[in-house]
C-alpha cells in the first residue's frame, strides 16, 4: 500500500507540473497574440489613415486640374504647324492625358468640339505616299517627264494607327480619347462623327473604333459614308482612302462609279478606282482595262504601267490578259532595236512582261503551261542574246513551280 500511495504521489506531483507548465505556456501565447493583435489593429488603422488621405489628395489633384472645356480651348490654339513643333506635341499630348483623365465628364465637351466641324493637323501625313509595289519606281525617276500619281494611287495601302503616341490631328485624338473613356454616349458621339465627317480618314478610324465598341453594327454605316463620300470628297487623300477601304470589305456599290472615273478628260488613269476595279471584278475587269489600255488618249507612260500590271494579273488565264502581254512584249523588243527609242522603257516593258509570267500565288498546273506556252512564243526569235537568257530563266522558273505541284512520295 504504501509502495502504491507512494507512486501515485509521484505521479500527481508529475502531472501537477506538467500542468503548471502548460499553463504558463498558454498564458505566454496568449498575451502574445494580444500584443500581435494590437499590431495588427495599429497597422491597419496606419494604412487606413494613409488611404483616406490619399483619396483627398488626388480630390484635390482632380480639383487643381483645368475643366475638360478649358483643356480643349487651349487644344485649339496649340498649332505644331506654327513655331516649336516639338515643344507643341508635348503640350497636345499632355492635354489629351489631362482630358481623359476625366472620363465621362469629359464626353459633353467633346462632342460639342466636333460638331464644330473644325481641326488641327498635326503634321502626320494620311499614308499618301505608302504605295507598294509599282509606286516605289517613282524614285528612279531620271528625268523623265513622268508623273507617277497614278501608280502610287494604285499601290496605295489603308493608313495603320496602332499605338502612336501622337495622334494626326485634333479630332482623330479626340476619337480615340473617346474610345478610351467608352461607354454607351462615347458610343453614340463616334456614331454620329461618322455620318457627319467629310474626311475619309476620319471615316476609316470611326469605323475602327466604333467596330471594337460594338462589333458589326456600325459596318453597314461606314461603308454607305464612304460611299457617298467618295462622290464629293473633300480632299485628294479621301478618294484613295475610301476606294481601299471599299476594296477591304469587297464592297462593289462603287463599280458604276469607278468605271466611270477610271481614265479622266485629260487622258489620265485614276489608279485608286483601277485597283478597285481590279480586285473587286477580278478577271471579268479585263475587257475595261484592254480598251483602256489601247485607249490612245492615254500617254502618260506611267498610267500605262499600271494598267499592264493591273491586267496582267491574269496572263495565263483570259485571252485579253494573254493578248496585252504579247503587246507589252512586242513594245519592249521595238524599242530595244530602236537607236533613238529610250532603253530604259524597252527593259521595263520586257522585265515586266517577263515577271507577269512569275506573278501570283497557288498557279495551278493549266496556267503554269498556258504562261510557258506564251513564253516559248518568243524563245529563240528574240536574236537577243540578254533577252533569251531572261526568258530561259523564266521558264526555268515555271519548271520548278512546276515541279513542286507534283505529289511528293
Excluded at 37 to 53: F, M, R, V, Y
Excluded at 65 to 94: S, Y
Excluded at 173 to 189: M, R
Excluded at 332 to 347: M, Q, T, V, Y
Amino acid at each position: 500500500e504504501e509502495k502504491y500511495e507512494s507512486q501515485l504521489k509521484k505521479q500527481k506531483f508529475v502531472s501537477d507540473d506538467q500542468r503548471t507548465e502548460q499553463a504558463g505556456r498558454l498564458d505566454k501565447t496568449t498575451r502574445s497574440a494580444a500584443v500581435s493583435g494590437s499590431k495588427k489593429d495599429q497597422e491597419i488603422a496606419t494604412l487606413q489613415n494613409t488611404l483616406t488621405q490619399r483619396e483627398k489628395d488626388i480630390e484635390e489633384l482632380i480639383a487643381r486640374l483645368p475643366t475638360p472645356e478649358a483643356i480643349i480651348e487651349a487644344l485649339k490654339n496649340l498649332n505644331p504647324n506654327r513655331g516649336r513643333q516639338r515643344e507643341t506635341m508635348r503640350k497636345v499630348i499632355h492635354h489629351f492625358i489631362a482630358l481623359e483623365a476625366h472620363g465621362v465628364s469629359a464626353l459633353p465637351p467633346i462632342q460639342k468640339f466636333l460638331k464644330e466641324g473644325v481641326d488641327i493637323n498635326y503634321g502626320r501625313g494620311t499614308g499618301r505616299d505608302n504605295g507598294g509595289g509599282l509606286g516605289r519606281l517613282a524614285g528612279n525617276d531620271d528625268g523623265d517627264k513622268v508623273d507617277w500619281s497614278s501608280a502610287r494611287d494604285y499601290g496605295y495601302k489603308l493608313p495603320t494607327f496602332g499605338i502612336a503616341l501622337e495622334p494626326r490631328s485634333l479630332r482623330l485624338g479626340l476619337f480615340e480619347i473617346t474610345y478610351n473613356i467608352g461607354g454607351k454616349n462615347a458610343e453614340k458621339i463616334l456614331a454620329a462623327a461618322l455620318t457627319t465627317t467629310g474626311l475619309g480618314i476620319e471615316v476609316v478610324r470611326l469605323g475602327d473604333l466604333l467596330e471594337q465598341l460594338a462589333p458589326g453594327k456600325y459596318k453597314k454605316a461606314m461603308l454607305d459614308a464612304a460611299r457617298e463620300l467618295i462622290t464629293n470628297p473633300l480632299d485628294e487623300d479621301s478618294k484613295r482612302i475610301l476606294f481601299a477601304l471599299l476594296l477591304k470589305y469587297k464592297d462593289p456599290g462603287l463599280l458604276d462609279l469607278a468605271k466611270g472615273m477610271l481614265i479622266s478628260s485629260e487622258g489620265r488613269i485614276d489608279g485608286a478606282a483601277l485597283r478597285y476595279l481590279n480586285e473587286t471584278l477580278g478577271e471579268n475587269a479585263m475587257p475595261l482595262l484592254l480598251a483602256a489600255y489601247r485607249n490612245p488618249n492615254i500617254t502618260n507612260p506611267a498610267d500605262k504601267i499600271i494598267l499592264r500590271d493591273a491586267a496582267m494579273t491574269y496572263v495565263g488565264k483570259n485571252a485579253d490578259a494573254d493578248q496585252i502581254f504579247r503587246e507589252v512584249f512586242d513594245e519592249g523588243l521595238k524599242k530595244a532595236k530602236d537607236s533613238e527609242a529610250n532603253p530604259r522603257e524597252a527593259w521595263l516593258s520586257l522585265i515586266q512582261a517577263g515577271g507577269a509570267l512569275q506573278k501570283g500565288d497557288n498557279l495551278t498546273e493549266n496556267v503554269i503551261r498556258n504562261r510557258q506556252k506564251l513564253l516559248n512564243e518568243y524563245r529563240g526569235n528574240t536574236k537577243n542574246e540578254l533577252v533569251e537568257r531572261g526568258l530561259d530563266q523564266v521558264n526555268k522558273n515555271l519548271e520548278g513551280r512546276m515541279e513542286r505541284l507534283k505529289p511528293k512520295n
